[in-house]
């Protein structure tokens, strides 16, 4: 499902007013300019960010024609920053596809408040869109609900990507969390829907039951990685968890050994041949040996190989696992609350 959307759409935003920040310099000259977000609150109490910003090269609004005919031409198309999933349905327990992006927002937009709405939003055809980040989520559906905890557990110190080992927030787990480029995250959906509630209370608790045994999976592509993709679908989260290293004991994971210090190397060779390097070094030796293997290995010395092995085992951690129980089907009794985007007409040639 579709859910984050930052970028430049093609719908006027000239009816939008909101504060601007000047920057003036020593002699009164106004060096730039530039208007601040607005937030706007949805039917269901979510909001989401908006802003008037100056078309980019090639980027130009047609609007509807005026009273004689004659063609109308806007410069300030729409910036949009938020989660247009959860502003047209309240929640994001599930939603659209990202495929149906462009739809999405046309929704989104169309939904607008009538002061602020753009004069082209029951156009025809698909708006013009300038991306700069976009969050596709996919569910996982575990046997349990500590399966989903017992997993990220796991890999919160078995797993590491090229930006190096996962790094871990309460009981969410990134990958490459400051890439400007792309980040993944893993949480529990059921406890994220206990902090962040919808205004609901009683469908609140009817969406917790339904993510209860479900692991959230959320892929973060910003500008660098979204030129040329085109039209993008969930299978896009999968190529990149594929980047992801899960899991210690392949031999292979301890190519990089030379470039640990000689006397960490030896730890590592130890605790991968059955050593007990806990009780071998110092508190303080081992500590310090501990915490390099970590950051450059990402490997958890103080865990036993074999205690590793039965824990990633039984938590299933795997790709294909994962893949195979991915959530792609709303039941029924719950599709009042996905929102169906309608189909956009095209204009006939």
């Given at each position: 499902?579709?859910?984050?959307?930052?970028?430049?759409?093609?719908?006027?935003?000239s009816r939008?007013?909101?504060?601007?920040?000047?920057?003036?310099?020593a002699?009164?000259?106004?060096?730039?300019?530039?208007?601040?977000?607005?937030?706007?609150?949805?039917?269901?109490?979510?909001?989401?960010?908006?802003?008037?910003?100056?078309?980019?090269?090639?980027?130009?609004?047609?609007?509807?024609?005026?009273?004689l005919?004659?063609?109308?031409f806007?410069?300030?198309?729409?910036?949009?920053s938020?989660?247009?999933v959860?502003?047209?349905?309240g929640?994001?327990?599930?939603?659209?596809?990202v495929?149906?992006l462009?739809?999405?927002?046309?929704?989104?937009?169309k939904?607008?408040p009538?002061s602020?709405?753009?004069?082209?939003?029951?156009?025809?055809?698909?708006p013009?869109?300038r991306?700069?980040?976009?969050?596709?989520?996919?569910?996982?559906?575990?046997?349990?609900?500590?399966?989903?905890?017992?997993?990220?557990?796991?890999?919160?110190?078995?797993?590491?990507s090229?930006?190096?080992?996962?790094?871990?927030s309460?009981?969410?787990?990134?990958?490459?969390?400051?890439?400007?480029?792309?980040?993944?995250?893993?949480?529990?959906?059921?406890?994220?829907?206990?902090?962040h509630?919808?205004?609901?209370?009683?469908?609140?608790?009817?969406?917790?039951?339904?993510?209860r045994?479900?692991?959230?999976?959320?892929?973060t592509?910003?500008?660098p990685e979204?030129?040329?993709?085109?039209?993008l679908?969930?299978?896009?989260?999968?190529?990149?968890?594929?980047?992801?290293q899960?899991?210690?004991?392949?031999?292979?994971?301890?190519?990089?050994?030379?470039?640990l210090?000689?006397?960490?190397?030896l730890?590592?060779l130890?605790?991968?041949?059955?050593?007990?390097?806990?009780?071998?070094?110092?508190?303080?030796?081992?500590?310090?040996?501990?915490?390099?293997?970590?950051?450059?290995?990402g490997?958890?010395?103080?865990?036993?190989?074999?205690?590793?092995?039965?824990?990633?085992k039984?938590?299933?951690?795997?790709?294909?696992?994962?893949?195979?129980?991915e959530?792609?089907?709303?039941?029924?009794f719950?599709?009042?609350?996905?929102?169906?985007?309608?189909?956009?007409r095209?204009?006939?040639?």
């Amino acid at each position: 499902m579709l859910d984050w959307f930052s970028g430049i759409v093609g719908y006027d935003a000239s009816r939008l007013e909101s504060d601007v920040v000047y920057k003036v310099d020593a002699h009164g000259r106004t060096l730039w300019t530039s208007p601040c977000w607005v937030e706007v609150e949805g039917s269901y109490g979510k909001s989401i960010q908006l802003r008037r910003k100056e078309a980019p090269p090639g980027m130009g609004l047609w609007l509807p024609a005026d009273e004689l005919g004659r063609d109308v031409f806007s410069t300030n198309p729409l910036q949009i920053s938020g989660n247009p999933v959860k502003y047209l349905q309240g929640h994001n327990a599930f939603g659209p596809s990202v495929s149906l992006l462009l739809p999405i927002l046309k929704g989104m937009v169309k939904e607008l408040p009538l002061s602020i709405r753009p004069k082209n939003a029951d156009s025809d055809g698909w708006p013009e869109t300038r991306t700069s980040r976009v969050d596709i989520a996919v569910s996982v559906e575990m046997d349990s609900h500590q399966d989903v905890h017992d997993w990220l557990c796991s890999v919160g110190t078995a797993s590491r990507s090229r930006h190096g080992r996962a790094l871990v927030s309460g009981d969410t787990v990134y990958w490459g969390q400051h890439s400007r480029r792309w980040t993944i995250k893993a949480y529990c959906k059921f406890c994220e829907m206990a902090e962040h509630r919808t205004g609901d209370l009683r469908l609140n608790e009817q969406l917790r039951e339904y993510v209860r045994n479900q692991l959230r999976l959320e892929l973060t592509l910003r500008t660098p990685e979204l030129k040329g993709k085109g039209t993008l679908d969930e299978s896009i989260l999968w190529e990149y968890f594929q980047r992801i290293q899960i899991g210690v004991l392949e031999m292979d994971r301890l190519r990089d050994i030379e470039m640990l210090p000689r006397g960490t190397q030896l730890c590592l060779l130890k605790w991968f041949n059955g050593g007990d390097v806990t009780n071998i070094y110092k508190r303080r030796t081992f500590y310090y040996h501990r915490r390099i293997i970590l950051d450059e290995i990402g490997v958890d010395v103080s865990i036993p190989p074999q205690e590793q092995q039965s824990i990633l085992k039984r938590v299933k951690y795997d790709s294909k696992y994962l893949m195979e129980h991915e959530v792609k089907k709303v039941p029924g009794f719950l599709q009042g609350w996905l929102f169906k985007p309608e189909p956009l007409r095209v204009s006939s040639a």
